[in-house]
Nanobody, 119 residues
């Protein structure tokens, strides 16, 4: 079992930057992908970015490409989301998630960290 703990959320102004962190503990050897998702008020949860835990390859949602960067510190079992040029539309609760090898989807989730971007 893996526990995911996000941190780094807060209130910022449009154009500012913020870095989210997600520390994974427990059984991390089975990790295939780590990802970030977000859920804005009144909207469904959406994919933001993911990283192949071992290879380091990344994927991004079109709406964050060029502004957000996902990275990982393999030794610290931590994944980061660097968010630049933030917009009010980026306001959401951001969730860290893990997908195991052979799993069909992300199956471990953190509790979320809130990001609010004021205009």
């Amino acid at each position: 079992q893996v526990q995911l703990l996000e941190s780094g959320g807060g209130l910022v102004q449009a154009g500012d930057s913020l870095r989210l962190s997600c520390a994974a503990s427990g059984r991390t050897v089975t990790t295939y992908l780590m990802g970030w998702f977000r859920q804005a008020p009144g909207k469904e949860r959406e994919f933001v970015a993911s990283i192949n835990w071992r290879a380091g390859s990344t994927e991004y949602a079109d709406v964050v490409k060029g502004r957000f960067t996902i990275s990982r510190d393999y030794a610290k079992n931590t994944v980061y989301l660097q968010m630049n040029s933030l917009k009010p539309d980026d306001t959401a609760v951001y969730y860290c998630a893990k997908r195991r090898f052979l799993a069909s989807d992300f199956d471990s989730w953190g509790q979320g960290t809130r990001v609010t971007v004021s205009s």
